[in-house]
């Protein structure tokens, strides 16, 4: 890659929204460095061409999002453990000789995000409830369990997902319906919601906060709106919120250090920079 540009990207189907070319846009800049950051919208049938032919052009890795995560983790020559755990791929990294590594950073960026945003927040004082059991789910359950979270209830809008999650990862996960899943609040010290109910354009996260202990810690990883709903009420009942934008910074942070040789900073004024276009 000696002379070259280093290019990097986010590919997905769609991904004009991403606001990751911000974020390693802002990177770039604030480091003085050389490289490129773009937004890449392929289609299911084309991507193992499309991982192939990256590298000759000068890309030295790329994130993936929707709807190419485990697809993408599949076509991959060596895999991370925790890729292969939480069965999905977020970051790739490209050798000289085109080879495809791929890594997940989801769970590491749920775990600095609330160690960045909640001072002193700590996942092993008491259970964690966490609405979900899709891809992100599985990122945040990983890093649960990794941080030594003693017990993690679980509710999914298809229950079969959940006990799926719980056949996997063992007996630290309880598994409740839907319609009952405001019980699991009482005594989570850790809330997250990790579906994409209350994102703007989305259904109403509906499930009662009644009993959700005023000590928790509350995460959505919904971060448009930045503010959801969940998040004001559980302020209202007297909670630590953190919104899902954190998440999103710091997944980056590894890829990016992969990619351009430099460690960033996530920072205020990288979120502002990421918020304002």
């Not at 790329?62 to 977020?90: F, M, Q, S, W």
Request: net charge neutral; hydrophobic share 45%.
């Amino acid at each position: 890659m000696t002379g070259r540009i280093p290019l990097a990207g986010v590919i997905g189907s769609p991904v004009a929204h991403s606001l990751s070319p911000r974020l390693h846009g802002h990177w770039l800049k604030t480091h003085g460095l050389k490289g490129y950051y773009v937004p890449l919208d392929i289609a299911q049938e084309d991507l193992a061409n499309v991982l192939r032919t990256l590298p000759r052009m000068g890309f030295v890795g790329v994130n993936v999002t929707i709807p190419h995560k485990e697809a993408a983790l599949n076509l991959a020559n060596l895999v991370t453990d925790r890729a292969a755990l939480i069965g999905a791929a977020n970051t790739l990294i490209f050798s000289e000789d085109g080879r495809i590594h791929a890594d997940n950073t989801d769970g590491y960026g749920f775990m600095a995000n609330l160690r960045q945003n909640a001072p002193g927040w700590d996942p092993r004082v008491g259970p964690a409830a966490v609405f979900g059991a899709g891809g992100a789910s599985r990122a945040v359950v990983t890093a649960l369990i990794d941080a030594g979270t003693p017990e993690i209830h679980l509710a999914n809008r298809t229950r079969t997902r959940a006990e799926a999650l719980r056949s996997e990862f063992g007996s630290k996960i309880i598994v409740h319906d839907w319609v009952q899943s405001s019980a699991m609040l009482r005594d989570a010290a850790t809330v997250v919601n990790t579906t994409s109910l209350g994102m703007t354009g989305k259904a109403e996260f509906k499930v009662s906060l009644d009993g959700l202990n005023p000590q928790a810690v509350v995460n959505d990883l919904v971060y448009v709106p930045l503010r959801t709903p969940f998040l004001e009420e559980a302020a209202a009942r007297g909670c630590r919120t953190v919104d899902g934008l954190g998440m999103l910074l710091h997944q980056g942070a590894p890829g990016f250090e992969r990619w351009f040789g430099i460690r960033p900073d996530v920072d205020e004024a990288l979120r502002k920079a990421v918020l304002d276009g």
